[in-house]
């Protein structure tokens, strides 16, 4: 069973930064493309950024490109989120998950082995 732990999220003002982090277990997360999503209170979740196996190719949506980046270190098994110029309409959970095969995805359904979630939360 894979697992995914994330950590990096808290509570910054406006305009700051948080780096989020997901280490996943076991030997084949070199394999699978990652995603970030994340889910505010009474929302929906929202596909948030992808990343492909090899780490050469990402996808974040343009009403999140320039602030938010998709990164991966396969030799530590673990997939980063960093975050910038940080809204209070950020706040949110934030989950990793790993995808079906090894390329982009941006389908919550494409997606399996959820982490629990990290909060941010961005106060004005």
């Known amino acids: 069973q894979v697992q995914h732990v994330e950590s990096g999220g808290g509570l910054v003002q406006a305009g700051g930064s948080l780096r989020l982090s997901c280490t996943a277990s076991?030997?084949?997360?070199?394999?699978?493309?990652m995603g970030w999503f994340r889910q505010a209170p009474g929302k929906e979740r929202e596909f948030v950024a992808t990343?492909?196996?090899?780490?050469?190719?990402?996808y974040c949506p343009d009403s999140l490109k320039g602030r938010f980046t998709i990164s991966r270190d396969n030799a530590k098994n673990t997939v980063y989120l960093q975050m910038n110029s940080l809204k209070p309409e950020d706040t949110a959970v934030y989950y990793c998950?790993?995808?079906?095969?090894?390329?982009?995805?941006?389908?919550?359904?494409?997606?399996?082995?959820w982490g629990q979630g990290t909060q941010v939360t961005v106060s004005s």
């Open positions: 076991g030997r084949t997360f070199s394999s699978y493309g």
């Open positions: 998950a790993r995808g079906m095969s090894s390329g982009l995805g941006l389908s919550l359904t494409w997606y399996k082995y």
């Open positions: 990343i492909n196996w090899s780490g050469d190719t990402t």
